[in-house]
Structures are given as C-alpha cells and as structure tokens.
C-alpha cells in the first residue's frame, strides 16, 4: 500500500507535466453501451468545501496529487495511485463534513479507470468503489449532511461492480464478487435482476423497504442482469466460490432474494470442488443465522446426502444449518432426523450429532413431542418396557424427545410421556452439553427425575433454571440460602443414580461369575457388556464417584483375564512350548493387578481386600501355569497374605474362606505342592463381593507431551551422539514417596530416566513442570521413531520382582501415561 504522502512529494515535481499526460478513459456513461438513465444520469453529491480553520485528515493537494497520479500513462503509476487513495479513505470519518469531498473524489477517479487496459489498475479500481460504497452506507447510517441521493448511488455501485464481475481478469473477478457481498445498501430490484439473466421489467407500483426506509421503484439496467447466475458457472473455482459468500451475505437484504438465492446455492452443492461445496455451506450457514433460509421439500434430499458425505468437513457444516433452519413439514423433520441417525451410525466418533438432534427437536417442540409418543410405544411394545441404550438410533430419538420441553412452542401443550424422561437419565451428559451454559448439569438431572417420577425424588425443590420456560413447569427454589441446599441435593440425587446403577453392574457380574464352569463364553459376554457400561458412567462422571468408577473397569478387565486363564487351564495343553497365550494373559492379569494396587490412592479397607484376594488368585494361576514353585510368586504370596491378615486383625473385614484356605494350605506347607494341587478346589471358593463404598477414593496418573514434534517436524539429531528431549509434564495424586521414571526405547534398546519431584510445582492433587530429557546413544540411521512413556514403581514389601542392574527401576512397574512417539531426523538427511 502506498503511503499518500510518499505519493505527493514523488509527484511534486511533476505536476506542470502532468496535465499534458494522455487521459485514459473517460467518464462512466462513454463506457456503457446501454443508454439507460440511470447509468448515463448519475446522481452528483457535491463536494463540501473545508471549513475556515479546518483541517481534513490528509491536505486536500496530497489528495489532488493522487489523482493526477492516477490519470498518469504508466499502469503501475495508477494503480499505485489508487491504492493510495484507498489508504486515504480507511481513515476518512464519515461524520466529519470535511470528508465529503474526499469520498465523492475518491469515486469519481475510480469510476474513470474501470475499463482500464491493465489488471492491477482494474484490480485496485474495484478495491476502492468496494470502500467507497462502505463510506457511502456510512454516511447514510449517520444521516450524514450530503447523504441525499445515496440510495440512487447505491444501485448505481453495485452494477458497476456486477460490470466489473465480466472482467476478463480472473483477480479482478474475484475482488468484484467480494465488493459485492459487503455491500451494505441495495434495492431489492437490482438485487433480484442479480440472479436472473433476463431483464426484469420494473413494476411502477412496487417498491421495497430496505434497513427500515421506503425505497421507490427504479429502473433496471442489466449491467447486474444474472452476475450471479454467470458467478456460479465461472471456470475458475476462486471465482465461483466468491459468488457463493456474497450471495449468502445479501441474503439479509430480502426475504424474495435469499428464496432465489437458495435455488443457486443448492446447485453448487454439486459442483466439483470441496473448497466450492464448504463456501456454499457456509454461505447457507451465513443465511440461516439471519432466518432467512426457507428450507424446501425439494431441497432435502440434497442435504441428506450431505449428512452421510465422504469429507468430515462437509458433514460437520450440513449438520450445523439442520440445527437452524427451520423445517415446516413433520415428514422432513423425520427426514432429517433419519439422516442425522444415519450419519451417526456410519460415523460413531461424531458425537456432536446428539447436540444437532438436540438442537433440531428444540425448534420444533411439537414435531419432536410426536417423536416421544411414537418412541413410548415402541419401548412399550418391542422392549417390554425396558430400554437397553445399546444402539445409536435409541439414544438419538431419546435425546430428541426430551428436547421437545425445552422448545419456544409455548402456546401448544406438548403431551410428553413421562418415561421419556426416566429414559433419558443415562444421557445426561449428552442433554447437558446440547444446552450448553443454559442449565446447569445438576439441575438438569433435578428436572429429568422430577418429570420422570423417580420414587426416591420425594418433595425436594427443583433449580431455578427451568422457571423461565412454560413448557416446563418446574417449580422454583427461593434464591438465598435454598440455593446452595438445592445443589448439594441435586449432587447427592446424582450420586444416588450412579450408586444405584452400579449396584445392578455389580450384581449382574456376580452372576456371571456363578457361570464360568457352566457357559464360559457367555459370561465373557456379560462382563465384556458390564464393562462397556461401567465406561459409559465414567465418562459423565467425576471426582471419587468417577475414581471409583475407572477402578471397577480395571477390576472388571482383571475378573475377564481370570475367566480366560480358567478356561486354557481346563483345556489343559500340556504339550505347549515357548511363549503361550496363557503366559500373554498372566502378564495381562499381572499389570491389571498391578494398576489396581498402584494407580489408586485411598481404597477402602473393603476395596483393598477385594484387589489382594484377586492378587492371590493371580498368582496362585501363576503357579499353575509354571507347574512348579517359584521363589518368587511364593514370597508375593506370602506378602499378600500378611497384608490381608493386618487389615482384618481388628475386626472390621473378615477373611473370606478363599483367603483362609490359601493361608492354611501354606502354613502346611511353604513349599507351595499343596496349592498346586488344590487349585481347582481353591478356585471354586473364590467369590466377587458387591460394594458401593469408596470413600475418597482418587486416581493416581500422568500426562506427558512432547514440545513441537511430530511426523512433519521431526527432531534433528547427529547419528552417535546424544539428543535433548523436551516434555511437558502433569501429575495427579502423585506423592512424594512415588518414584516414577521416563522410559525411552528404540527398538529393544531401552533407556530408564529417573524423575526428580522437586523440580514439579503444586502440591500431591496436581503437579506441572517441564523438563530435557537426555537420550545417551542415537542410532546411526538417517532416521528414527523414539518411544516414550511415564512409568511408577510398585513394591511388595521390599520383595524385588525386577532384574534392574541397569539404572532403570527395581521393582516391578506400572505404566503412567499413554505412549508417545517422537520422531527424529538426521541432520546430513535434513
């Protein structure tokens, strides 16, 4: 951009030169070939001369210096000139009289050069009638002295721009249709004769309201006769994407255009190019903001194709204007609402169809409550009353029905199933994110049982939050001190549902457990489906509720290994050699048993019986599996042992008849040919014990990651010499006592880093730092993948279950964080 006073001194010099320069083309009307008066009979603003004393924001000679620049015969002379003159006009305020003349000056150089032989001339012409038609609607806006006959002028710009839209320049083409969509005034005419090739002729009666004022009819010229048409079909994609965005930003100028526009728009959804289809979304995006997308039978077959398209990018924008639009027909809400259902099962990593759908039902409360009663009756009829949230379908007709109270159809009575309600308990997560600030998650639940008839709900207050909304009725809380006993209730109500949902969990693997000598494979399938659920809570769930809910799944994982270990044992293949899938399970088992005892802080008395009598079945598996005593697994036993002695010494735990039999048989002998013999009897006593207290409990864990590294911008290196690593580092519920270390392996060389605490900040809840860790020894390679992870030592009483010898940990291990890949180049190869 030239600097404007730059360009005056430059032409100081020059100016007795100047007016002897050859003109180029002359005024608007010669350029035309249409005689109409609305081109050849421009309306004229005149120029304000400067006040006495007054200053405008550049010196009137810098401005006339620009224009003569802008006459000049050099092409980059005059487009440099034009920029110029833009630079001058960003700062020009409108309000200011003084600015005037600037403005209508501005224009008037613009005008002249439109049919210019040079690109760039072209190019900057149309940049500044762009910021002039902005200043013009400025002026307009204000009621500015001198506004009178903008509106006129107004009409006139945009068809010069739809002139300049046919320039042979791609660039120019493109600056055109963007001026376009930013124009702020248009008669709704000229906008209309934008979108059809044919010359409408002008009624005499009609006329339009534009931003609120009474514009009469007017002449059409077809200078804008189809740009829009012609935009959409250009050759180039640029082009065509510009026509796109400003025919979706003039929508908010007429209803009767934003109806024809449409029709434009839904073709381009065919067009070849991704980057066209993602403009046009985002230009019906653009008009369903603003209300004025009229979505039509004949357009949703279109967008159903969408909501299942290969590109993630389109789906995600065809999604979004289903939950704006408005859908006038109850066949094409279902029609949407099958397609987003089917969109979400091909893509069920989409989760925020359920927002959408939410979304959708909330604009149409009475469709959505016709969805509820239909879906009633099928719980009813094909579930027995009982609904299992086991397919997508399920939870997206639910998500919509409850979204039905929620809904602006406040003079209609939407008749609701009240089982709707108790069904949608277990997406409360999913309920709560859809409305995202508006309701809290506590007070949604409050609402969802109290319209559900939960029998444990008794006479308590429901949150203020859904008061507002009649389709609700919700009794309201005082506000004071009722508001804080109303959340603690809503919180304790929550915990009640999970504590109740566990326990059903709990009692169906107890029963599956009972069937592990019957139907082994039918009871993998129940604890594979418990676990699934325990997943589904834990997400929604948080603090030692959601702690002990990530603890039952690893419990759960460990009860699967043993009914599949049990299962080998009895198949008894003898005949086996090297490494076994029996061994892969024992390992399995192993850290399962091991993340248990290590990764959770606070177990209970009763929880940590429960994870030390798993460990004895483990190990004594273990013993099976080796068919000989290990020095070992006999001192774990023992340890174990002991620990379950100390913690029921007072009383407060009982040893359960697994554990005393164990104990007895050791004490007989030490040995361990007692266990070996009656495993089959010592399994059988083996019971899984249902509980619900876990107390405050909390999960110990870490994050680790890598500072700017990844496949594309790998780490340079020199092949043999040592490397620097930087990490970002989070703990959680990590001790003093812990020792944790970074594991670094290429390949099977590994290397073991220790972590010094000390150098984290915060306290044992949460620890953040960052750190270099050193690799010893790069590959000779032109390239290679490091594998990093946290890892925490785990200890049995001193009794050591790891070689070390390495400078690597001592005990036995249990992993931290998820594995990170960090990759590496070599310097000479970069």
Not at 344 to 351: A, G, V, W
Not at 658 to 685: Q, S, V, W, Y
Not at 783 to 800: H, N, P
Request: charged share 20%; net charge negative.
């Amino acid at each position: 951009m030239a600097d404007p006073h730059l360009l005056s001194s430059a032409l100081s010099t020059a100016a007795g030169s100047s007016s002897s320069a050859q003109k180029h083309p002359g005024p608007i009307e010669e350029r035309f070939s249409d005689p109409s008066p609305s081109l050849t009979k421009r309306p004229r603003v005149a120029a304000e001369p400067p006040a006495p004393g007054g200053s405008a924001p550049y010196p009137e000679s810098e401005v006339r210096s620009l224009v003569m620049m802008a006459g000049g015969i050099y092409p980059l002379a005059r487009a440099e000139a034009l920029r110029g003159l833009a630079a001058v006009l960003e700062k020009v305020d409108v309000s200011c009289g003084l600015s005037t003349g600037i403005v209508e000056c501005c224009y008037e150089c613009a005008a002249e050069l439109m049919r210019d032989d040079d690109e760039s001339v072209r190019l900057a012409v149309v940049r500044l009638v762009g910021l002039c038609a902005q200043k013009f609607a400025a002026r307009m806006d204000i009621g500015a002295k001198g506004a009178k006959g903008d509106n006129d002028l107004m009409d006139l710009i945009f068809q010069q721009l739809s002139s300049m839209a046919r320039d042979m320049c791609m660039k120019v083409r493109i600056e055109a249709f963007g001026a376009l969509g930013k124009m702020q005034r248009v008669s709704e005419g000229v906008l209309l004769q934008s979108l059809s090739k044919k010359v409408i002729k002008t009624d005499p009666t009609s006329g339009c309201i534009i931003n609120g004022q009474k514009l009469p009819p007017r002449l059409i010229i077809p200078c804008a006769a189809g740009i829009f048409a012609h935009g959409i079909e250009d050759e180039f994609y640029q082009v065509r994407t510009a026509a796109c965005t400003s025919l979706g930003a003039l929508a908010k100028f007429s209803s009767q255009y934003a109806e024809k526009a449409l029709d434009l728009l839904m073709d381009m959804m065919n067009d070849d190019t991704e980057a066209v289809r993602l403009q046009t979304l985002q230009a019906l995006f653009h008009m369903a903001t603003y209300g004025y997308l009229s979505m039509e039978e004949k357009h949703m077959h279109m967008f159903l194709g969408l909501l299942v398209d290969a590109n993630a990018l389109i789906r995600n924008a065809a999604r979004k204007i289903l939950g704006l639009v408005n859908l006038p027909k109850l066949q094409m809400f279902r029609s949407a609402v099958d397609g987003l259902i089917a969109g979400l099962e091909k893509n069920p990593e989409e989760q925020d169809i359920y927002g959408i759908l939410f979304s959708i039902g909330k604009n149409h409360g009475s469709f959505s409550a016709n969805i509820a009663k239909h879906l009633a009756k099928e719980i009813a009829t094909e579930y027995d009353g009982e609904l299992i949230l086991d397919k997508p379908r399920i939870k997206a007709l639910l998500v919509v029905s409850i979204s039905a109270p929620f809904s602006d159809d406040k003079p209609k009575k939407l008749d609701m199933p009240s089982i709707m309600f108790s069904h949608a308990i277990p997406l409360l997560g999913k309920v709560s994110c859809a409305l995202g600030e508006e309701v809290n998650q506590d007070s949604l639940l409050s609402y969802l049982c109290h319209k559900g008839g939960m029998p444990f709900w008794g006479s308590r207050s429901i949150s203020a939050e859904f008061g507002d909304s009649e389709s609700c009725k919700v009794e309201t809380v005082e506000i004071g001190a009722h508001i804080e006993t109303t959340a603690k209730a809503t919180k304790c109500l929550n915990r009640v549902l999970v504590t109740q949902a566990i326990e059903s969990i709990l009692q169906t693997v107890e029963g599956a457990w009972t069937m592990k000598t019957r139907n082994i494979c039918e009871a993998q399938t129940i604890l594979r489906t418990c676990n699934g659920e325990l997943k589904v809570l834990a997400e929604d769930s948080s603090g030692s509720i959601g702690a002990f809910l990530s603890f039952l799944c690893e419990y759960l994982v460990a009860i699967r290994l043993i009914v599949e270990i049990w299962q080998l044992i009895q198949m008894d293949n003898s005949y086996a050699f090297g490494l076994t899938s029996h061994d892969i399970l024992l390992e399995k088992l192993d850290i399962s048993v091991r993340r248990m005892e290590c990764c959770y802080a606070g177990l209970t008395r009763e929880l940590e019986v429960q994870v030390l009598e798993i460990s004895l079945l483990a190990n004594l598996l273990g013993l099976s599996n080796i068919g000989a005593c290990s020095k070992v697994v006999l001192g774990k036993l023992l340890w174990v042992i002991n620990r379950l002695e100390g913690l029921c010494a007072d009383g407060s735990c009982e040893l359960s008849d697994f554990g005393r039999e164990i104990k007895k048989a050791f004490d007989a002998n030490p040995i361990g040919d007692t266990l070996i013999g009656n495993i089959h009897t010592l399994f059988e006593l083996f019971r899984i014990k249902r509980t619900t207290g876990f107390g405050m409990l909390k999960v110990t864990s870490a994050v680790l990651q890598v500072c700017d590294n990844n496949s594309g911008s790998p780490q340079l290196y020199i092949c043999g010499l040592p490397v620097g690593v930087s990490f970002n580092i989070s703990l959680w519920n990590i001790a003093s006592h812990h020792r944790l270390w970074v594991r670094m392996s290429i390949g099977e060389s590994v290397q073991h880093t220790f972590l010094e605490l000390s150098s984290f900040e915060g306290n044992e809840e949460v620890k953040t730092g960052s750190m270099v860790v050193p690799l010893d020894s790069t590959p000779m390679a032109h390239s290679f993948v490091l594998r990093v992870c946290l890892l925490m030592e785990c200890s049995y009483g001193g009794i050591s279950t790891n070689e070390g010898g390495h400078g690597g940990p001592s005990d036995c291990v249990v992993r931290l964080s998820d594995e990170l890949d960090v990759y590496f180049v070599s310097a000479g190869q970069r």
